[in-house]
């Protein structure tokens, strides 16, 4: 069979997914990684290779898309708050992971690795279920993007850490420190920029039709990609950065959304699709006590780290028990952290595809969940008292 004709039942059969999923009411980010789980059994291997370009683009518009509902303004402020709260997330989520798999397997560079990788929530998955399920404008929103965005930096500086201990070379610690250091002068770059390109945006669909308007956005978010790379730049980063800069009530930003919408959606199921088509599922049996006992404690740990930050910083326990079962889920980060140490390429994917479906249904039912938690916990204070 050729390749044009495998992709396109690829495509064809990623409809069909999603189509019996919305008629037995699944979520759709569900059905997207149960249907890579399938997907293995059906196309070949090799067909990732041949739309990897389409997975890329889906990372990067989902980041793009979320930075258009921020302003550098808003961004600033979020982060100023959130900092204690990402220390609290690191602290539970890192080191309980790290106490409990070196009680396990007494492998402490194992263990290093394991917990950096089950430390940060998916990313590009919380994101899609934020806008799915119109959460945006919610109180803990913003506690939930911040400690996101503060995941990725650390996870990157981890990256930097762990590989020349899992190699046994040295520690390069000028070289992480430039990393941060490029960091915050190409955030710092845009922050300065942010009125002129505001200006330049809104002048847009003077020069622009409709047409040609997905020429643009992709051009913008693709083009600093390589360039970026060899500063140690996350080209996501960079999307979440130019959405940013968008003007919220200009006409090219309605236009964005409207004409896009399609583009964001059909490349965001090829990401999540290939999520879980790409991941290697071998297992032996010893390993399934370990997985099993860090998943259930990155779920644990992640649960009360999200919810004492969320507390911390909007002073509600309602939207704070929201932000907890909204949070569950690891992803991409973990994915890459764990291709460290063959070790742990065995262990985190199943761990990462178990907090992935379990995480993608507590979000879904976070609202709900988070008000019987607080009548439940409001009965006990009333009975205390």
């Known amino acids: 069979m050729g390749k044009i004709t495998e992709i396109g039942l690829l495509f064809i059969f ?73 220390v609290i997330d690191f602290l539970f989520n890192f080191f309980g992971i790290l106490l409990v798999s070196y009680l396990i397997t007494k492998d402490l560079i194992f263990s290093l690795v394991v917990s950096a990788a089950l430390y940060p929530s998916s990313t590009a998955i919380t994101i899609k279920l934020i806008s799915d399920y119109k959460r945006v404008p919610f109180a803990e929103t913003d506690v939930i993007l911040g400690i996101l965005i503060i995941e990725d930096i650390v996870s990157i500086a981890l990256i930097s850490f762990l590989f020349p201990i899992s190699t046994g070379e040295k520690i390069d610690l000028i070289k992480i420190l430039n990393g941060f ?17 505001e200006r330049i945006f809104t002048k847009l669909p003077e020069i622009i039709s409709e047409e ?11 083009a600093p990609s390589d360039i970026l790379a060899r500063f140690g730049i996350s080209d996501i980063l960079i999307a979440f950065l130019l959405g940013c800069l968008v003007p919220e009530k200009s006409e090219i930003y309605n236009s964005i959304q409207k004409h896009l919408y399609g583009l964001k959606e059909f490349s965001a199921g090829l990401f999540f699709f290939f999520f879980t088509f790409d991941m290697d599922l071998k297992l032996s049996t010893k390993d399934i006590l370990l997985i099993i006992s860090l998943t259930f404690v990155a779920l644990i740990t992640k649960f009360i780290s999200t919810y004492l930050s969320s507390v911390y910083t909007i002073r509600s326990k309602t939207p704070s028990y929201r932000s907890a079962f909204s949070m569950l889920q690891r992803g991409e980060f973990s994915l890459v952290i764990s291709s460290i140490s063959a070790k742990s390429k065995t262990v985190v994917p199943i761990a990462v595809i178990i907090s992935s479906i379990f995480g993608v249904i507590s979000f879904v039912y976070a609202p709900a969940l988070s008000k019987y938690l607080s009548k439940i916990m409001t009965r006990k204070d009333k009975t205390k008292g």
């Open 14 to 86: 990623i409809f069909g997914i999603s189509a019996v999923s919305k008629k037995l009411k699944i979520p759709h980010l569900l059905s997207l990684l149960l249907g890579g789980l399938i997907g293995k059994f059906i196309f070949p291997a090799d067909i990732a290779n041949e739309v990897k370009i389409l997975e890329t683009m889906a990372l990067t518009l989902l980041f793009f898309f979320l930075g258009l509902d921020f302003s550098f303004e808003r961004l600033f402020n979020m982060m100023r708050r959130i900092f204690v709260a990402g």
């Open 212 to 222: 040609v308007l997905a020429f643009l956005v992709l051009g913008l978010v693709l």
């Open 181 to 197: 250091l490029v960091f915050l002068i190409f955030f710092l770059l845009f922050f300065l920029l942010r009125k002129p390109a």
